[in-house]
């Protein structure tokens, strides 16, 4: 099983984008759900991660920028991104962490959304 994230795009720095993913029921209810990416040359990093009550990690660098946010009622996880910069440049993925921190995930990775924030 994959899930697809949707919403990337180019965007000037300073920008925002909203990224969504939408899974089945039986993998969204009870799971955490996170969203990872990954730039040219780097490994895949968690960027935010949300448990099924609304409690939320964040990695350092988009902290205060980026929002990650489910609808329990549409399956459905988002990432809003503010204040976007060019190294928030990545393929951006969503999957199933087994913990906030997101250091191991359930399911194998989709085709993942591209972000390129760039003049």
């Known amino acids: 099983v994959q899930l697809q994230a949707s919403g990337g795009g180019l965007v000037q720095p300073g920008g925002s984008l909203r990224l969504s993913c939408a899974a089945s029921?039986?993998?969204?209810?009870?799971?955490?759900m996170g969203w990872f990416r990954q730039a040219p040359g780097k490994q895949r990093e968690l960027v935010a991660a949300i448990t099924n009550a609304g409690v939320t990690n964040y990695a350092d660098s988009v902290k205060g920028r980026f929002t990650i946010s489910r609808d329990n009622a549409k399956n459905a996880v988002y990432l809003q991104m503010n204040s976007l910069k060019p190294e928030d440049t990545a393929v951006y993925y969503c999957?199933?962490?087994?913990?906030?921190?997101?250091?191991?995930?359930?399911?194998?990775w989709g085709q993942g959304t591209q972000v390129t924030v760039s003049s």
């Open positions: 999957n199933v962490p087994l913990s906030l921190s997101g250091e191991m995930v359930r399911l194998l």
């Open positions: 029921a039986s993998i969204f209810r009870r799971n955490v």
